[in-house]
């Protein structure tokens, strides 16, 4: 006598979605990402991104505050699609598949909706995606009005940026321009430019932001500030290094400077 055997669960088409985010390429022509777990999930929802689909699983999600998200966003008529505890951790990409997840879209804002009222943070380029996510997570909890980004090499929706954000990315404002956009609109709303350079012979507590709104700018890992960054700063500024490494790490260097500017407009 032959074992019965259960069918395999079908698989969602979502999935393969899923799996194509995992591509800049797709991301960018479809306006959509991938969020992945309780943390991330919520926070989305708390700051009003648009939900595309949610994918759970009622095996694996052990949150109540996700489950009922889940429903609420249901009943405004978004996707929600359940899948097996096996489906799911096909698409996970964490340590520990929670059992959520949703395609959400991107989020910019143009540079000319970007306010003064509280410093900016400025990036050329980043390899790293760890390190985006770092300061993108720390110019959230230093209270940075907005994130401008001068070219396309950097992807702040990347999955690994996303996750390293720890939620942080969901409260900035992102902003795409380029150089020359970036520096019509500093001249014309009066930002000071205050670019991070080794080279520079100014120490960071130097840092005049009191006589109005300023930007710290930053370079990639490796080959620091362009010549048209340099060029959009009224000064650069140096942090000190006492020991035998050559550089900090960006993600460090930043952190300080924008909790520099913490300190002199609150203490």
Request: glycine residues 10%.
């Given at each position: 006598?032959?074992?019965?055997?259960?069918?395999?669960?079908?698989?969602?088409?979502?999935?393969?979605?899923?799996?194509?985010?995992?591509?800049?390429?797709?991301?960018?022509?479809?306006?959509?990402?991938?969020?992945?777990?309780?943390?991330?999930?919520?926070?989305?929802?708390?700051?009003?991104?648009?939900?595309?689909?949610?994918?759970?699983?009622?095996?694996?999600?052990?949150?109540?505050?996700?489950?009922?998200?889940?429903?609420?966003?249901?009943?405004?008529?978004?996707?929600?699609?359940?899948?097996?505890?096996?489906?799911?951790?096909?698409?996970?990409?964490?340590?520990?598949?929670?059992?959520?997840?949703?395609?959400?879209?991107?989020?910019?804002?143009?540079?000319?909706?970007?306010?003064?009222?509280?410093?900016?943070?400025?990036?050329?380029?980043?390899?790293?995606?760890?390190?985006?996510?770092?300061?993108?997570?720390?110019?959230?909890?230093?209270?940075?009005?907005?994130?401008?980004?001068?070219?396309?090499?950097?992807?702040?929706?990347?999955?690994?940026?996303?996750?390293?954000?720890?939620?942080?990315?969901?409260?900035?404002?992102?902003?795409?321009?380029?150089?020359?956009?970036?520096?019509?609109?500093?001249?014309?709303?009066?930002?000071?430019?205050?670019?991070?350079?080794?080279?520079?012979?100014?120490?960071?507590?130097?840092?005049?932001?009191?006589?109005?709104?300023?930007?710290?700018?930053?370079?990639?890992?490796?080959?620091?500030?362009t010549p048209g960054g340099r060029a959009l700063?009224?000064?650069?500024?140096?942090?000190?290094?006492?020991?035998?490494?050559?550089?900090?790490?960006?993600?460090?260097?930043?952190?300080?400077?924008?909790?520099?500017?913490?300190?002199?407009?609150?203490?």
């Open positions: 006598m032959h074992e019965r055997t259960q069918p395999a669960a079908p698989v969602p088409p979502i999935l393969a979605r899923i799996r194509a985010l995992a591509h800049r390429k797709v991301r960018d022509s479809s306006g959509l990402f991938w969020v992945e777990g309780v943390r991330q999930f919520v926070q989305a929802f708390d700051a009003d991104y648009l939900f595309d689909t949610i994918v759970f699983s009622r095996v694996l999600l052990k949150s109540d505050l996700a489950e009922m998200l889940v429903r609420r966003l249901g009943a405004r008529g978004v996707r929600r699609v359940a899948v097996t505890p096996e489906q799911f951790r096909s698409v996970s990409t964490t340590e520990r598949a929670s059992g959520i997840g949703a395609v959400v879209r991107q989020r910019w804002t143009p540079l000319g909706d970007v306010p003064v009222d509280r410093p900016l943070l400025v990036i050329e380029s980043l390899r790293s995606a760890g390190n985006l996510g770092t300061i993108l997570r720390t110019a959230e909890a230093t209270g940075v009005g907005a994130v401008v980004f001068l070219s396309a090499a950097c992807d702040p929706f990347d999955p690994a940026v996303v996750r390293a954000s720890m939620g942080g990315i969901f409260h900035l404002r992102l902003v795409p321009t380029d150089h020359a956009n970036f520096a019509g609109w500093a001249a014309k709303r009066g930002v000071a430019v205050v670019g991070l350079s080794p080279e520079a012979p100014r120490l960071w507590t130097e840092v005049d932001c009191a006589a109005g709104p300023v930007a710290v700018l930053i370079g990639e890992e490796r080959g620091g500030l700063c009224g000064q650069t500024v140096r942090l000190p290094m006492c020991g035998r490494a050559d550089s900090l790490n960006v993600g460090v260097a930043a952190g300080v400077m924008l909790y520099e500017l913490v300190r002199k407009r609150f203490f």
